[in-house]
């Protein structure tokens, strides 16, 4: 066989660049699902997976680059050469794929071989997908088409998956052990203990029970964000009464009034969000400049300007400290899972919600060194009133 003169419908590429005979072609329907490469334009090697395809010989006559990249085989090396010994397979039971399901000499009736874990040489996982083209529903086959997909994206969502579980068993037993004791030794020993010493382990419970509300409000966070799913309720919201609220919350909880210092801008513009999800991510920045922080927290509130369009787009909200900052070699993990500033407690979700949060309003999310060398927070959200109000 010439290879490049026989290739599946619809797939072009530099190792199959002439056209089928028209007779090869065909009207077959189950061709179809090839033909619309040709019909869009595209060349296998704009695909985002592995493609590879075997004639009716079982000659490899496509092998993008894809494919190339995740086997560790050139095209040049797979092109024309039975494709159990250009793309050899096996199971994780190390049984070679393609005598277990012989695609060629199988049941005629089979479409296919659904997506499954198998491993090239050397051990390397991939996954991988089959399709069987047929001249008619139990006829020979005329094409086999294979899929292949790279393991690692799954296996750092199982890993971020292990992560999150280990983080919140780890989290949820210490409070939860609390809980269980204090309100254990309650009750079995009411009568020995005073007034006092009672209200202090009740408050104790409460603490630990609001800690477990809070994860578990984290959590719930974490699957709407990483689901798409985060619901945005907009209202207009004072974002300077807010950042007050906040300032003044910190100051009921013993910190100095002067450590806070807040920088109005005005005119603000009007400011369309959902009042809880904002709270929620300056609660986080302000906690995390007055935990991880050092001297004055400094809170920025201005407008927003776009130098292209030469006006008021968004409103920003700056949050900065005087500590020792965050390293430049961290800058880039800031906002993913699990990343703490330090080892003064947190599960390390926070600024992951707040990024979270912020995106889903349609703005953006920075973190650099202040003036002052700590770290500086800034996000911007975006102005105006919503289309369904207009």
């Keep these: ?129 089959a399709r069987y083209v047929r001249s008619r529903p139990t006829g020979p086959l005329r094409r086999l088409v294979v899929s292949l997909r790279d393991t690692e994206a799954r296996r750092r969502t199982e890993r971020s998956h292990a992560e999150l579980i280990a983080t919140v068993a780890h989290e949820l037993r210490s409070p939860l052990t609390s809980v269980k004791g204090f309100t254990a030794t309650l009750l079995a020993k009411w009568e020995r203990f005073t007034d006092d010493q009672k209200k202090l382990m009740l408050e ?84 995390n400049a007055v935990r991880h922080g050092e001297g004055t927290v400094t809170i920025d509130v201005a407008p927003s300007y776009s130098p292209r369009e030469r006006a008021c787009t968004g409103t920003s909200v700056t949050v900065s400290d005087e500590g020792t900052g965050i390293p430049e070699e961290s800058m880039n993990r800031v906002f993913t899972r699990f990343w703490r500033g330090s080892k003064r407690g947190g599960t390390g979700l926070g600024l992951y919600i707040v990024k979270g949060i912020v995106e889903a309003h349609g703005g953006t999310i920075t973190v650099g060194r202040g003036p002052a060398g700590g770290a500086e927070f800034r996000f911007t959200l975006p102005v105006g009133t919503p289309a369904y109000l207009q």
């Design 204 to 287: 104790t419970v409460d603490a630990d029970a609001n800690r477990v509300t809070r994860l578990i409000a984290e959590l719930l966070d974490i699957s709407r964000i990483d689901s798409g799913r985060l619901e945005v309720r907009r209202q207009p919201v004072d974002i300077g009464a807010a950042v007050g609220r906040h300032v003044q919350a910190h100051v009921a909880a013993g910190q100095a009034a002067d450590r806070f210092l807040v920088r109005l801008a005005q005119p603000l513009p009007d400011l369309w969000a959902d009042p809880d999800k904002i709270d929620q991510v300056l609660s986080n920045l302000l906690e």
């Design 1 to 129: 066989m010439s290879v490049g003169t026989s290739r599946p419908r619809g797939v072009r590429g530099s190792a199959t660049r002439t056209p089928a005979p028209r007779a090869d072609r065909g009207d077959h329907s189950d061709d179809r699902d090839h033909s619309d490469l040709d019909d869009l334009g595209l060349d296998p090697d704009d695909l985002p997976d592995g493609l590879v395809v075997a004639d009716e010989s079982g000659q490899v006559i496509c092998f993008n680059a894809a494919a190339a990249r995740i086997t560790a085989v050139r095209p040049t090396d797979a092109i024309g050469r039975p494709i159990e010994r250009a793309l050899p397979l096996e199971d994780l039971e190390g049984r070679r794929w393609w005598q277990l399901t012989d695609p060629y000499g199988g049941l005629a009736t089979r479409v296919g071989q659904p997506e499954r874990n198998l491993l090239l040489p050397g051990g390397r996982e991939v996954l991988v997908t």
